[in-house]
């Protein structure tokens, strides 16, 4: 009978519901009794090992096919390719706009404006370093060199963006 | 997993995909080990929390931030996990021998003898049972939360449990 009792009070405390009345009844016996120490030593082992045993995991593709469900994959690549897209219109325009205005604008909008050109070279920073190598074409209007440079320089950014959204793109499928 | 999730679900729930990786990746080792330890099979696992963490994504608007999120989610996964034995007609009270032996990936996952064995003898329990020792020792779930969460009352569940823990200890000592 004390020894049910005591099996009582075991299965409370695991349940954590003992008071530290019984906590010292089950304590007191458990010193005295080797029965009942080692049923006790027995199960709070077995559920100390329950709550330690180790988490499993799904296999590697499993976080994929979940991406692939929702098309978090190509939301993100959409994303990445229209900022990829807004930056070569940006490009294409402010080259056209350079290169179609006249001569006296540039010039001036060079002497006095310097603000806006480092507005529009932190914009693309490559973009700045070509337009201020670019800079002898400003001197003569509707210049064809200038024109094929303006359409050099948005064909090469065109290529790097597309590369960079294209990596961007493997990376987030692979 | 202590920080409290809500913000992430909030994120998630405005169309936020790095939210919801986070919240993916906060629980799917947790659910999945739930689930596999129920279900017993790496595959059918697999797929049910695939089919656990669409629901939850589907539904997650629905979720009431008064409650647990750990508790919604496990909810959920448990009745994915109760559909999968209906769908294959298997009732889930009287399974008892269904899976004697554990899945060769829980001895190759495995590091100890101490757990080889843990896994041997949750493997032998009535699913059910096996279901309530996780969610009250390993899961940490209070006797409400598995009260709720498997519909049944709490005094059946503490029996349950009783008889669980006792059913372990013998099979972990004769092992």
């Given at each position: 009978m004390k020894h049910k009792y005591i099996e009582k009070l075991i299965q409370r405390q695991l349940d954590r519901e003992i008071n530290p009345e019984q906590e010292r009844a089950l304590n007191e016996h458990i010193a005295d009794c080797d029965d009942c120490r080692e049923f006790y030593q027995e199960i709070t082992q077995t559920c100390l090992g329950l709550e330690t045993m180790p988490d499993f995991y799904p296999s590697p593709d499993f976080d994929h096919r979940i991406v692939r469900y929702f098309g978090w994959d190509a939301k993100s690549a959409i994303k990445k390719l229209s900022a990829a897209a807004a930056a070569v219109w940006l490009t294409t325009l402010v080259a056209l706009v350079v290169a179609l205005s006249p001569v006296h604008a540039v010039n001036s909008l060079v002497k006095k404006a310097p603000a806006v050109m480092r507005c529009l070279q932190s914009v693309n920073t490559v973009f700045g370093a070509l337009a201020r190598l670019a800079a002898p074409f400003f001197r003569s209007n509707f210049d064809p060199a200038w024109i094929a440079f303006a359409a050099v320089l948005t064909l090469i950014t065109a290529i790097l963006l597309s590369r960079i959204a294209k990596r961007e793109i493997t990376c987030t499928v692979s | 997993m202590n920080e409290s999730p809500i913000p992430l679900i909030n994120q998630a729930i405005n169309g936020d995909e790095r939210a919801c990786r986070q919240?993916?990746?906060?629980?799917?080792?947790?659910?999945?080990?739930?689930?596999?330890?129920?279900?017993?099979?790496?595959?059918?696992?697999?797929?049910?929390?695939?089919?656990?963490?669409?629901?939850?994504?589907?539904?997650?608007?629905?979720?009431?931030?008064?409650?647990?999120?750990?508790?919604?989610?496990?909810?959920?996964?448990?009745?994915?996990?109760?559909?999968?034995?209906?769908?294959?007609?298997?009732?889930?009270?009287?399974?008892?021998?269904?899976?004697?032996?554990?899945?060769?990936?829980?001895?190759?996952?495995?590091?100890?003898?101490?757990?080889?064995?843990?896994?041997?003898?949750?493997?032998?329990?009535?699913?059910?049972?096996?279901?309530?020792?996780?969610?009250?020792?390993?899961?940490?779930?209070?006797?409400?939360e598995i009260s709720r969460l498997l519909d049944m009352p709490v005094s059946t569940i503490k029996t349950r449990l009783h008889r669980a823990r006792l059913k372990l200890r013998d099979i972990v000592t004769n092992l």
């Open positions: - | 919240l993916l990746n906060l629980y799917k080792g947790k659910i999945f080990s739930y689930i596999f330890r129920l279900v017993q099979n790496y595959h059918d696992a697999e797929d049910l929390t695939y089919e656990t963490f669409i629901k939850c994504f589907n539904s997650l608007n629905t979720f009431r931030q008064d409650r647990s999120f750990k508790a919604w989610l496990f909810t959920i996964a448990h009745n994915t996990a109760m559909d999968f034995f209906r769908k294959h007609r298997q009732n889930i009270e009287y399974l008892d021998d269904m899976h004697s032996v554990p899945d060769a990936f829980v001895e190759e996952c495995e590091k100890t003898r101490k757990f080889e064995k843990l896994e041997a003898a949750l493997a032998r329990l009535n699913p059910q049972d096996r279901e309530i020792v996780i969610l009250f020792h390993y899961e940490e779930h209070s006797y409400d």
